[in-house]
């Protein structure tokens, strides 16, 4: 018996080694490892974005010519964007636009590779013109390392790198090489 045990044992061994081997070979071929892809899952044309705050005033304005979404990193593609904030009255805060910007998959994160334009809310308001801003629209924070152009009431100055602190202080530290011009109204 211990013979025929063997034998049988033997057998079914190279049946096993068989039918793995045939596993192997038979088996579809893998697919050929896919390329990450940036293609866009959807778009918007015109479009209009408005945020209320719980009292129901507005509380933020997003606003494009065309908006492009990617699902591979979750960003979107905005042109000729425009971004507004109000405060807690409905007035107007400050805005921000530009001919192309990014809107990150980070929570209201919107980067302008380009040209940029910063404005505070009263019609008097400062403007801030540069490029490579990024936005913190929740936080009411930007900044840039490239060249700015600071103007408005008489003044006109020029840097390098910029924060601005858009949340009630509106205050815009200046980080290098500043220069500039202040011009009085008086003209006695």
Do not use: N
């Amino acid at each position: 018996m211990t013979r025929r045990t063997a034998v049988i044992g033997l057998a079914l061994l190279l049946l096993a080694l068989l039918t793995q081997w045939l596993g192997g070979v038979l088996q579809p071929a893998a697919p050929p490892a896919r390329e990450a892809r940036h293609d866009p899952d959807y778009f918007a044309s015109r479009l209009l974005l408005t945020e209320l705050g719980p009292d129901g005033l507005v509380r933020q304005r997003l606003e494009a010519e065309e908006l492009v979404h990617y699902p591979d990193d979750d960003s979107s593609e905005l042109s000729r964007p425009r971004i507004e904030r109000f405060g807690p009255r409905g007035a107007l805060e400050w805005s921000v636009s530009g001919e192309r910007a990014t809107l990150t998959a980070q929570p209201k994160v919107v980067r302008f590779p380009e040209e940029a334009t910063l404005r505070g809310g009263a019609p008097d308001a400062l403007r801030l013109e540069t490029r490579e801003l990024l936005v913190r629209v929740e936080e009411g924070y930007a900044e840039t390392a490239a060249p700015v152009l600071f103007t408005g009431r008489g003044a006109r100055i020029r840097a390098l790198g910029m924060q601005a602190f858009l949340d009630g202080s509106a205050r815009v530290e200046l980080l290098a090489h500043v220069r500039g011009v202040h011009e009085s109204g008086d003209s006695r």
